[in-house]
């Protein structure tokens, strides 16, 4: 039985910016929530005073994604919040967005929407489908035609937040001025779900369904307005990616197809953050959309360090602010509307030992140098091969012969001589191999999946980074 949808929208101005919660924002171009009988995206505003008062004008900053808006992300992720750089974090801070306090204050209005069927949004749930990226598209131009807003509208997110991102901006809403995806998936298949073929779906549990019971118990915000969902309900009402990505095994599939996108679509400014760390989900999906986006503008940034605080480091949010200022308020300080002048590729170098998990040893000890181009121009190009006696060299082994090992636990190590200069290993490896099963239970096993990570050991034989494999 469908729930009677309500309009809980209010406006709190008691604080130093304007809080609108649960603002409903009709759909035109998604597709009708038939299930519902409506069709509305439902968002959280912060916007600067005087937009209420003098009716002043802002470039929005929106944000659409399936964790739930009204959860603060002291609640979220307490641990994490606590280690946030303070003027960075408040009370209206979300898992994975920008910091609304932060943004008001520099002249920013911010939309936090819930994607549809999450959170406040009623509707069919349905990660990264075509369904859900036409309503963002809605949002976006919504965004770009209210009151308070002067036209322009960038996106600005990490994971989720930037993985819709791409899908959006190939869509070209009027109004979209500039993306900054931050370490965020372009590639369903490949980088989701499915890494390098390999099943991959456990994401489903962190998204907070609409009409989800016990929300407010588990800190996970408010229960929806309008009531809780059957467990039978809310299992008709989604498409559970868990189930999806088993059943469907193959890029070409139609599962995976109704979701693809071409970036070459994408015509506004990118800045592009990838994380040398983040091998599974986010690292290839960042350095791919960048080399394949059309946009005439676009900038390849790579950081280090943490999933979740580089974002709210002082020299990152810098370059965010300085980016969105050039396309969404015209005060361009750096350069980066002007074709050349900003070098393209900002790489983080890697170089040292700074410990785990320590941040600003990380910040102190990797050195940042710019390139004009990606894949780095002047790289050389080494061939290594693998060696019956467990080595990796740049001379072929002659003989040929077969290494064995017992899965799943089982491994091969090869290990190459050390490095007799300073050197620096950036890019894209690649490995060819052939392989084949067998069982000693005289079964016959059909698959086999692979996983290869490059290791670094110092001249004392301690393990330094991992390199990114991919």
């Given at each position: 039985?469908?729930?009677?949808?309500?309009?809980?929208?209010?406006?709190?101005?008691?604080?130093?910016?304007?809080v609108e919660t649960d603002v409903d924002i009709p759909l035109t171009t998604a597709p009708q929530n038939t299930e519902y009988g409506v069709n509305i995206i439902r968002a959280n505003i912060y916007r600067p005073k005087d937009s209420f008062t003098s009716g002043e004008k802002y470039p929005v900053l929106v944000t659409y994604g399936p964790y739930g808006k009204d959860i603060p992300y002291s609640d979220f992720q307490p641990q994490s919040f606590s280690e946030l750089n303070p003027k960075y974090r408040s009370a209206h801070s979300a898992w994975e967005t920008p910091d609304p306090a932060y943004w008001t204050s520099q002249g920013y209005a911010i939309v936090r929407a819930d994607e549809?069927?999450?959170?406040?949004?009623?509707?069919?749930?349905?990660?990264?489908?075509?369904?859900?990226?036409?309503?963002?598209?809605?949002?976006?131009?919504?965004?770009?035609?209210?009151?308070w807003s002067n036209g322009k509208v960038g996106l600005l997110?990490?994971?989720?937040?930037?993985?819709?991102?791409?899908?959006?901006?190939?869509?070209?809403?009027?109004?979209?001025?500039?993306?900054?995806?931050?370490?965020?998936?372009?590639?369903?298949?490949?980088?989701?779900?499915?890494?390098?073929?390999?099943?991959?779906?456990?994401?489903?549990?962190?998204?907070?369904?609409?009409?989800?019971?016990?929300?407010?118990?588990?800190?996970?915000?408010?229960?929806?307005?309008?009531?809780?969902?059957?467990?039978?309900?809310?299992?008709?009402?989604?498409?559970?990616?868990?189930?999806?990505?088993?059943?469907?095994?193959?890029?070409?599939?139609?599962?995976?197809?109704?979701?693809?996108?071409?970036?070459?679509?994408?015509?506004v400014p990118i800045l592009?953050?990838?994380?040398?760390?983040?091998?599974?989900?986010?690292?290839?999906?960042?350095?791919?959309?960048?080399?394949?986006?059309?946009?005439?503008?676009?900038?390849?940034?790579?950081?280090?360090?943490?999933?979740?605080?580089?974002?709210?480091?002082?020299?990152?949010?810098?370059?965010?602010?300085?980016?969105?200022?050039?396309?969404?308020?015209?005060?361009?300080?750096v350069g980066w509307s002007i074709p050349g002048k900003v070098q393209a590729v900002d790489l983080c170098l890697r170089k040292g030992d700074p410990g785990h998990n320590n941040a600003e040893a990380e910040l102190a000890t990797f050195p940042r140098r710019t390139e004009n181009e990606w894949p780095i121009k002047l790289t050389t190009y080494v061939d290594y091969h693998l060696s019956s006696s467990l080595v990796l060299s740049p001379k072929k082994d002659p003989t040929v012969s077969t290494l064995r090992y017992e899965a799943p636990s089982g491994q091969l190590q090869f290990m190459s001589a050390p490095f007799e200069e300073e050197s620096g290993i950036t890019g894209h490896p690649s490995l060819t191999i052939t392989t084949s099963l067998s069982s000693r239970d005289g079964s016959k096993p059909t698959d086999n999946d692979i996983f290869v990570t490059i290791h670094h050991y110092d001249s004392s034989g301690k393990e330094g980074k991992r390199l990114p494999y991919r």
């Amino acid at each position: 039985m469908p729930l009677p949808i309500l309009n809980h929208h209010k406006i709190d101005a008691s604080g130093p910016f304007i809080v609108e919660t649960d603002v409903d924002i009709p759909l035109t171009t998604a597709p009708q929530n038939t299930e519902y009988g409506v069709n509305i995206i439902r968002a959280n505003i912060y916007r600067p005073k005087d937009s209420f008062t003098s009716g002043e004008k802002y470039p929005v900053l929106v944000t659409y994604g399936p964790y739930g808006k009204d959860i603060p992300y002291s609640d979220f992720q307490p641990q994490s919040f606590s280690e946030l750089n303070p003027k960075y974090r408040s009370a209206h801070s979300a898992w994975e967005t920008p910091d609304p306090a932060y943004w008001t204050s520099q002249g920013y209005a911010i939309v936090r929407a819930d994607e549809r069927g999450t959170g406040q949004s009623p509707g069919k749930l349905d990660t990264m489908s075509a369904g859900t990226s036409e309503a963002f598209f809605d949002v976006v131009e919504w965004a770009a035609t209210q009151p308070w807003s002067n036209g322009k509208v960038g996106l600005l997110g990490i994971s989720y937040y930037a993985g819709s991102q791409w899908r959006v901006a190939a869509r070209k809403p009027k109004g979209l001025a500039a993306i900054v995806p931050w370490e965020g998936m372009s590639d369903y298949y490949r980088d989701r779900v499915r890494h390098g073929g390999i099943l991959s779906n456990d994401f489903i549990g962190w998204i907070n369904q609409y009409g989800l019971a016990g929300r407010k118990d588990r800190k996970w915000g408010l229960d929806t307005h309008e009531g809780t969902l059957s467990a039978e309900e809310l299992e008709r009402n989604r498409a559970d990616q868990t189930i999806d990505t088993a059943k469907n095994e193959y890029r070409d599939q139609e599962y995976y197809t109704s979701r693809d996108f071409n970036l070459e679509d994408i015509e506004v400014p990118i800045l592009s953050v990838a994380n040398w760390g983040g091998i599974l989900l986010h690292l290839r999906s960042n350095v791919v959309g960048y080399l394949k986006a059309g946009s005439k503008l676009k900038y390849l940034r790579f950081i280090t360090g943490r999933h979740d605080l580089p974002f709210f480091y002082e020299e990152e949010v810098k370059v965010q602010q300085s980016f969105l200022d050039a396309f969404l308020k015209g005060k361009d300080t750096v350069g980066w509307s002007i074709p050349g002048k900003v070098q393209a590729v900002d790489l983080c170098l890697r170089k040292g030992d700074p410990g785990h998990n320590n941040a600003e040893a990380e910040l102190a000890t990797f050195p940042r140098r710019t390139e004009n181009e990606w894949p780095i121009k002047l790289t050389t190009y080494v061939d290594y091969h693998l060696s019956s006696s467990l080595v990796l060299s740049p001379k072929k082994d002659p003989t040929v012969s077969t290494l064995r090992y017992e899965a799943p636990s089982g491994q091969l190590q090869f290990m190459s001589a050390p490095f007799e200069e300073e050197s620096g290993i950036t890019g894209h490896p690649s490995l060819t191999i052939t392989t084949s099963l067998s069982s000693r239970d005289g079964s016959k096993p059909t698959d086999n999946d692979i996983f290869v990570t490059i290791h670094h050991y110092d001249s004392s034989g301690k393990e330094g980074k991992r390199l990114p494999y991919r």
